[in-house]
């Protein structure tokens, strides 16, 4: 096997006999099998869209499919095999007959390639991961473009997929995830096309976040700062870890009036900021644990059913696997799956019935809390105080201390930065990295307070829109505010999100704990040449770096 699209990919040049995700190389065979089959339906539906044919479902499968080859997302062989290589070539075959009917086409091998599902499809799959390394190989830099194009899509798709689940739809952002698709086979693209190709996934991955962002505060309200206990409430209890808000708020409907408490756990924290869940359903009481990273621990402590609506799955030890259900893209062998129904949600009863088996909290927890809900909306509509404290100099600078988390010891380098952030400066946070630090009292600065959730790693939108506000108010460019982007990277979400701050002409990003390593050399220079992106090196260095 062959796979480099997480930070923690083995020996940093990646992982060749095992995943160090968990993925073993069954597992990731299929996935290639799929993706290049995605390839060949985006060939397709690429030339339907020039015929007028509709390609929506073939849309929406992709972004799906894409999602479930994410890391820690999805480890259930069957599902690859059974229903998404399968439903790729279907949905291929049938957009193909639609096209032959208003003009015969040519094919690439790609488009006319059907695996045999008689014969191995691990197989098939690593022979399509030989063929694509070999094919592209060639030169170390168009390799490190087109993985990073790859991955970058990977997390847009994701985005994508979310959105439409709120029933945000752009078409342009399914075009392009499809053109994206089909250029992989391109042999024509040149480097600086290779480029400017990466760079639109991060123009398209910004369109995905704004249509979440839509989504998510259209159907429940602008986030407002919020308490959320850390604490437990006696009595029978559901966790809902992942990012997915609509399949939280379904839950909260199917368990109201059931005397079960709802927690959240991971990127599912900033939940409890959205005006509308917390009105309407009470029981979404508090956030229990902390990133993904320590899930074997933390859930195997929690007396009651555990939801994992998106990534980040560990694999799971055989103590707490009965009480643990997966939903959408997610899945491993052995954990109960729960299909959506129509209405697009699942049909929570099974869930619902394992709490009240379980014991819940025997007792209620000592008191202990953390804020959320410094979403854009929130910090722009005192965007006056803000600018006059940093006109009386009692703000001197912004940090903002973003993405993911996971295991590696370097990561203590985030918590022990904001330990060291001065007094006078404010940290704005966002997805699962700021799990090291968001339970620390930073105290104030006059009314605001020096630490600011704006949300998970999609709500990097929302921090995008407070440093324009913040420019367009102090009439001066992004890159000139008294503002530091120190960020930490884990998967192609986070790809996703970089590639859009490059998009931006975002300069001086420190990025960590280690460099991807589909970066090669010379993508790495052209980064650091053109937007002064750097790796991270000593909290007391960056730091002096940045106020200098
Ligand atoms: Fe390795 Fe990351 Fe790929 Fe898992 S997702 S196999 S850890 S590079
Ligand atoms: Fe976290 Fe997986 Fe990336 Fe959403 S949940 S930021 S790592």
């Known amino acids: 096997m062959f796979c480099e699209q997480c930070e923690q990919t083995a020996s940093g040049n990646g992982c060749h006999q095992w995943g160090a995700c968990g993925k073993g190389p069954e597992v990731n065979a299929v996935q290639d099998l799929l993706v290049y089959c995605l390839r060949g339906l985006a060939e397709v539906a690429l030339r339907a869209r020039e015929l007028g044919i509709s390609t929506h479902e073939a849309d929406v499968f992709a972004c799906e499919s894409l999602f479930a080859t994410m890391t820690n997302v999805n480890f259930d062989k069957k599902r690859f095999t059974q229903d998404y290589i399968r439903r790729a070539i279907a949905l291929r075959e049938t957009l193909k007959t639609q096209v032959e009917e208003k003009s015969p086409t040519q094919w690439s091998d790609l488009a006319t390639f059907t695996p045999d599902f008689n014969d191995s499809l691990v197989e098939q799959g690593q022979a399509v991961s030989l063929e694509f390394i070999a094919k592209s190989g060639g030169d170390v830099d168009i390799f490190s473009l087109k993985l990073t194009v790859l991955y970058g899509i990977k997390g847009a798709a994701s985005y994508t997929f979310h959105a439409y689940e709120m ?179 699942p049909d929570f009863s099974q869930v619902i019935q394992k709490a009240l088996e379980l014991p819940g909290f025997a007792e209620d927890g000592e008191p202990r809390s953390v804020m959320t809900g410094f979403a854009r909306n929130a910090v722009l509509s005192v965007a006056d105080t803000v600018i006059e404290a940093v006109k009386q100099g009692k703000i001197r600078h912004f940090f903002l201390v973003g993405g993911c988390d996971g295991a590696k010891p370097d990561r203590n380098y985030y918590t022990e930065f904001v330990e060291k952030v001065p007094e006078d400066c404010v940290v704005l946070t966002l997805a699962c990295g700021k799990f090291r630090f968001f339970d620390k009292n930073l105290g104030t600065i006059g009314e605001i307070p020096r630490l600011l959730d704006v949300g998970q790693c999609n709500d990097a939108y929302s921090a995008i829109q407070i440093a324009l506000g913040l420019a367009n108010a102090f009439e001066v460019g992004v890159n000139e505010l008294p503002l530091s982007m120190i960020l930490s990277w884990y998967e192609q979400k986070a790809v996703a999100v970089l590639l859009t701050l490059l998009y931006l002409g975002i300069q001086d990003i420190r990025l960590g704990p280690t460099i991807p390593a589909f970066l090669s050399p010379n993508v790495l220079k052209l980064l650091s040449e053109t937007y002064k992106l750097k790796p991270i090196t000593t909290p007391d260095e960056d730091l002096a770096a940045c106020l200098a």
């Open 167 to 345: 029933g945000q739809e752009d078409d342009r952002v399914y075009a392009f995830i499809q053109e994206a698709l089909a250029a992989i086979n391109r042999p024509d693209l040149t480097l600086e096309d290779w480029v400017n190709l990466a760079l639109k996934v991060g123009e398209i991955n910004l369109r995905s976040m704004e249509l979440l962002d839509a989504g998510h505060t259209q159907t429940y309200g602008h986030p407002v700062p919020t308490v959320v206990p850390l604490n437990a409430k006696a009595g029978k209890a559901i966790l809902v870890s992942g990012h997915d808000i609509k399949q939280l708020a379904a839950l909260l409907e199917q368990t109201q009036n059931t005397g079960i408490t709802v927690y959240t756990h991971g990127e599912l924290l900033p939940a409890h900021g959205y005006p509308l869940l917390k009105q309407k359903y009470p029981h979404l009481y508090g956030h229990y644990g902390t990133a993904w990273q320590n899930q074997t621990k933390e859930f195997a402590k929690f007396p009651g059913a555990i939801i994992l609506t998106t990534n980040c799955l560990m694999p799971p030890h055989e103590h707490y696997e009965d009480k643990l259900f997966t939903i959408g893209p997610m899945g491993y062998p052995g954990l109960r799956y729960l299909p959506h129904t129509e209405n697009g949600t």
